[in-house]
T-cell receptor, first 113, second 111 residues
């Protein structure tokens, strides 16, 4: 039981490049989330998926797209990376129907040059 | 609007001193409130939630609906408490499960 697994752990991109951050959970959770963590800004929700087949924007969705591939997997895509997207990205999951706590992945440190 | 405010970016105390990390929220309904902690090089993890009313690692937090606060307290800080602490709100009326986080407070416990 690995919990929430994120890949990659580190990534350096050039402005304009694209990439996909992968996230998978093995806890059979309904809901999955992508957050970014920036100094002084805390954790801000980018996108979330309340259940399989649905996705919704969070606070800071611009420049990102997501795919809830199945119940386990929720990917985050940067189509054209910008320096403002330099951040630490966290995936999380939760079974809100049973009031489960939020489980986090270990994070992806992304630098856009 | 739903909001969580942690007014202190950094709180620095000496070992053995009392600690209070402040958290205020804005929400008109009945919220669920949480404290999450991130130790160095570890992933974010739940520290405590107000509905369980438990004490974890000596920390407690009381929900004060009148003051809309959920401050985290510990009577005697330890060096291993040094970490980033996030207060989070789950709007009870939401069916999405998404949590709203505050800006975070770094707690530094000096020897």
């Amino acid at each position: 039981n690995a919990g929430v697994t994120q890949t990659p752990k580190f990534q350096v991109l050039k402005t304009g490049q694209s990439m996909t951050l992968q996230c998978a959970q093995d806890m059979n959770h309904n809901s999955m989330y992508w957050y970014r963590q920036d100094p002084g800004m805390g954790l801000r929700l980018i996108y979330y998926s309340a259940s399989e087949g649905t996705t919704d924007k969070g606070e800071v969705p611009n420049g990102y797209n997501v795919s809830r591939l199945n119940k386990r997997e929720f990917s985050l895509r940067l189509e054209s990376a910008a320096p403002s997207q330099t951040s630490v990205y966290f995936c999380a999951s939760r079974d809100y129907t049973t009031n489960e706590k939020l489980f986090f992945g270990s994070g992806t440190q992304l630098s856009v040059l | 609007a739903q909001r969580v405010t942690q007014p202190e970016k950094l709180l620095s105390v000496f070992k053995g001193a009392p600690v209070e990390l402040k958290c205020n929220y804005s929400y008109s309904g009945s919220p669920e409130l949480f404290w999450y902690v991130q130790y160095s090089r570890q992933r974010l993890q739940l520290l405590l939630r107000h509905i369980s009313r438990e004490s974890i690692k000596g920390f407690t937090a009381d929900l004060n609906k009148g003051e809309t606060s959920f401050h985290l307290k510990k009577p005697f800080a330890q060096e291993e408490d040094s970490a980033m602490y996030y207060c989070a709100l789950f709007p009870g009326s939401s069916n999405t499960g998404k949590l709203i986080f505050g800006q975070g407070t770094t707690l530094q416990v000096k020897p």
